[in-house]
């Protein structure tokens, strides 16, 4: 069944293939730019509209959300920090499969004795689901992200970045505990779930059906737009940079045949479904994240005489920037919580689609398990990247804010994204260029393979759970693998960045009315496990 898919992809991509090369070896770079650019600086314009001078209103809903959210919940970034450790490693499933002593379980209606078990609804585990989740969010927003970030803020915008990821944490345990609450269960026992669900069910719990519906669509769609452009274009993009600079492939249509190979071996994936994508995550991100991180560790204790110093640093720009073009508190402040939010997709809602497939009776269970999701990706990782990037430049070797682009100039030669964070790795580890390499692939890889999931759960949403709509999706999906790495990446990002912003709008609806009910639900969970310990 597997090669009768991948062939009939191979298939029908054959004739866009050609044409695809063809137009790769006229400019394809030019000709896409040309054709997205009044499109995506429109659509930017609309969904980075500005409250006032420098700051977007989408920034300031969600800070200002996850801020009540952690407040509101009493802080369950901190406070449930290690209940959500003990439910990834499986302290409770004991309780979770078999609802000991849940004398709660008639909340949503049913008759206790009769209550159909709930956590036969699901197709992965706790791990599984935080991996693929992690594997989505975790990507070129860690790497080529933070040094953005840096190069457009100064080292500020890393302390920024950290308290978005920490405030983060409570917004995503809310959102993902909806996703579970209200997802679908097919016949076949496939889970659909996320905040197409959650909102037209939700809030039609709540005598909001019209307003629902309406909410879930423009979710859908802008889910749909943001898995073929960040969570793929721009991934493949950022891998046939890399390789490219490692095998020093300058000619016309190497992106295109890289493009052509990612788009393959993606294929081969997804094609699985979410079991597939679940058993592919759970292996290949933890493998990625402690390889990252070890090496960034290895770079940090090298130079551990300057780590005091880049804390310092980070801490005193946050509030005094001196970054060209920033100017203010406020410009750093910003820089660091789009970079951050765009990283983590805390709010956007895109996670509980992937953490509703979960394996569980009890919703809050996973929302916990959510919350160690922005500081993984956030906390740990991007902060890492970004005293690597600090450390390198007490050397001087570029300027802060720039030109105000995000590109910065090294000896002459300018780099931008992940080159910034390839340049300080190869600074001080030897062949460091291979290794960042397979890092930046593995990071794009997963992160696609987790946001095709994202976008095929949002195509089912609109246009049906037919076998002919998901290959359709699939087919799309894949051709984008193969522009994004064949393109110049300039217009496709910024439509990108508004695409999964643009998933804000809609999931804060939900998330503003139905967070009462993740109160009610983490209750349900605690008392089952007091009974079940007592």
């Known amino acids: 069944m597997m090669k009768k898919y991948l062939l009939s992809i191979l298939a029908i991509l054959t004739p866009l293939l050609t044409f695809a090369q063809d137009a790769a070896e006229k400019?394809?770079?030019?000709k896409i730019d040309e054709a997205f650019k009044p499109f995506s600086d429109a659509v930017g314009k609309v969904i980075f509209f500005e409250v006032f001078e420098g700051a977007p209103f989408v920034i300031i809903l969600l800070v200002l959300s996850a801020i009540f959210f952690t407040l509101y919940f009493g802080f369950p970034n901190i406070r449930y920090f290690g209940k959500a450790i003990n439910v990834v490693r499986g302290k409770y499933d004991d309780i979770e499969n078999h609802g000991l002593g849940d004398e709660n379980a008639a909340v949503d209606g049913d008759i206790p004795d009769t209550i159909r078990d709930e956590s036969q609804d699901g197709e992965v585990s706790h791990f599984q689901a935080l991996a693929t989740a992690v594997s989505g969010t975790v990507g070129n927003g860690n790497i080529a992200g933070v040094a953005l970030a840096i190069a457009l803020g100064g080292p500020g915008a890393?302390?920024?970045?950290?308290?978005c990821g920490l405030l983060g944490m409570s917004t995503k345990f809310v959102e993902c505990t909806l996703g579970v609450q209200y997802r679908d269960v097919g016949e076949d026992g496939?889970?659909?779930?996320?905040?197409?669900?959650?909102?037209?069910k939700g809030l039609k719990e709540k005598g909001f059906g019209t307003l629902g519906k309406i909410t879930a669509v423009l979710f859908a769609i802008f889910c749909i737009g943001g898995s073929f452009g960040g969570g793929n274009a721009a991934q493949s993009n950022q891998a046939t940079i890399v390789l490219k600079e490692l095998f020093d492939l300058q000619s016309t249509g190497a992106g295109f045949w890289i493009g052509v190979a990612l788009a393959v071996l993606v294929g081969v994936i997804i094609i699985g479904g979410i079991k597939r994508i679940a058993s592919v995550t759970e292996k290949v991100v933890p493998l990625m994240a402690v390889m990252y991180i070890l090496a960034c560790l290895y770079i940090i204790f090298s130079n551990f005489g300057l780590v005091d110093d880049a804390i310092s640093l980070i801490i005193s720009e946050a509030f005094n920037p001196t970054a060209v073009g920033v100017g203010s508190l406020i410009g750093v402040l910003l820089v660091g919580f789009k970079r951050a939010a765009f990283s983590n997709e805390a709010g956007a809602g895109s996670a509980s689609i992937a953490h509703s497939a979960v394996k569980t009776k009890y919703s809050a269970s996973?929302?916990?398990?959510?919350?160690?999701e922005p500081f993984i990706d956030t906390v740990v990782i991007c902060t890492m990247t970004a005293l690597v990037?600090?450390?390198?430049?007490?050397?001087?070797?570029?300027?802060?804010?720039?030109?105000?682009?995000?590109?910065v100039f090294i000896d002459g030669v300018q780099?931008?994204?992940?080159?910034?964070?390839?340049?300080?790795?190869?600074?001080?580890?030897?062949?460091s260029g291979v290794f960042l390499t397979i890092a930046v692939v593995l990071f794009a890889v997963s992160t696609m393979i987790s946001w095709s999931y994202y976008g095929l759960q949002s195509w089912?949403?609109?246009f049906g759970r037919g076998k002919v709509a998901d290959m359709v999706y699939k087919i799309l999906f894949l051709l984008f693998v193969i522009v994004g790495a064949a393109a110049s990446m300039g217009s496709i990002w910024s439509f990108s960045d508004a695409m999964?912003?643009?998933?804000?709008?809609?999931?804060?609806?939900?998330?503003?009315?139905?967070?009462?009910v993740v109160k009610k639900q983490l209750k349900r969970f605690f008392d089952a496990i007091k009974a079940g310990n007592s």
């Open 389 to 407: 990037i600090v450390i390198f430049n007490f050397g001087g070797y570029f300027e802060y804010g720039g030109d105000g682009s995000g590109a």
């Open 190 to 200: 496939t889970v659909y779930g996320g905040p197409m669900y959650y909102l037209s």
């Open 158 to 163: 890393t302390f920024w970045m950290i308290i």
């Open 415 to 431: 780099f931008e994204g992940a080159g910034i964070t390839s340049k300080a790795f190869a600074q001080y580890i030897p062949y």
């Open 500 to 516: 999964i912003f643009a998933m804000v709008f809609p999931n804060m609806v939900g998330l503003y009315f139905l967070f009462p």
């Open 460 to 462: 089912k949403y609109l």
């Open 27 to 30: 400019g394809i770079d030019q």
């Open 366 to 372: 996973e929302g916990l398990v959510a919350l160690l």
